[in-house]
T-cell receptor, first 114, second 116 residues
Framework: GENVEQHPSTLSVQEGDSAVIKCTYS??????FPWYKQELGKRPQLIID?????GEKKDQRIAVTLNKTAKHFSLHITETQPEDSAVYFC?????????????FGGGTRVLVKP | DSGVTQTPKHLITATGQRVTLRCSPR?????VYWYQQSLDQGLQFLIH???????AKGNILERFSAQQFPDLHSELNLSSLELGDSALYFC???????????????FGPGTRLTVT
């Protein structure tokens, strides 16, 4: 089955700096890669996603890049703010086969210091 | 608010007991996915239902079962509970089983299960 590895497990940045989280996946048939943000005790919230036919996607201060050859995708947060502090999860799935079960990475705890 | 609801928010029960967790998907969503989040295992897929039918199983124990009803709400039944079953249980909903325009999953607020 699919295996997703996520690094780093913790990330501390100064407010205004950029944060980068990296994930690798094992199943070359995976074609959908969402990122979720989870605040303490709350639900995972979808913040951005990318499909395998796209190399990069941006939404305001966040962007995701995908390298299918290397089976690697990354989340970039620019101009970080204290409210970006949370745990971020990457995930991968084959969204057209037998549903869309997500395989998650282990999570990255991001702390933005004011 | 994602539009996905889950009840109860918290559940405390003893080992050996049985509990039922309930999930109502967003209006119009036909798929319900169940995930377990524990400190040592992270977020893990349990099971997927689409329009009342089971579509995929993940790391779901035999003591656990689920179903989706005609009104599309879903229930996750956990029996013979063990201490290690203590976790956050999330459901997520999506429009369809899989398709080019319906792949986003939106999570409910979760049920925190504590087994003592």
């Amino acid at each position: 089955g699919e295996n997703v590895e996520q690094h780093p497990s913790t990330l501390s940045v100064q407010e205004g700096d950029s944060a980068v989280i990296k994930c690798t996946y094992s199943d070359s048939a995976s074609n959908y890669f969402p990122w979720y943000k989870q605040e303490l005790g709350k639900r995972p919230q979808l913040i951005i996603d990318i499909r395998s036919n796209v190399g990069e996607k941006k939404d305001q201060r966040i962007a995701v890049t995908l390298n299918k050859t290397a089976k690697h995708f990354s989340l970039h947060i620019t101009e970080t703010q204290p409210e970006d502090s949370a745990v971020y999860f990457c995930a991968a799935s084959r969204y057209k086969a037998a549903g869309n079960k997500l395989t998650f990475g282990g999570g990255t705890r991001v702390l933005v210091k004011p | 608010d994602s539009g996905v609801t889950q009840t109860p928010k918290h559940l405390i029960t003893a080992t050996g007991q049985r509990v039922t967790l309930r999930c109502s998907p967003r209006s119009g969503d036909l798929s319900v996915y169940w995930y377990q989040q524990s400190l040592d295992q992270g977020l893990q897929f349990l099971i997927h239902y689409y329009n009342g039918e089971e579509r995929a199983k993940g790391n779901i124990l035999e003591r656990f079962s689920a179903q989706q009803f005609p009104d599309l709400h879903s229930e996750l039944n956990l029996s013979s509970l063990e201490l290690g079953d203590s976790a956050l249980y999330f459901c997520a909903s999506s429009v369809a089983a899989g398709g080019s325009d319906s792949y986003e999953q939106y999570f409910g607020p979760g049920t925190r299960l504590t087994v003592t």
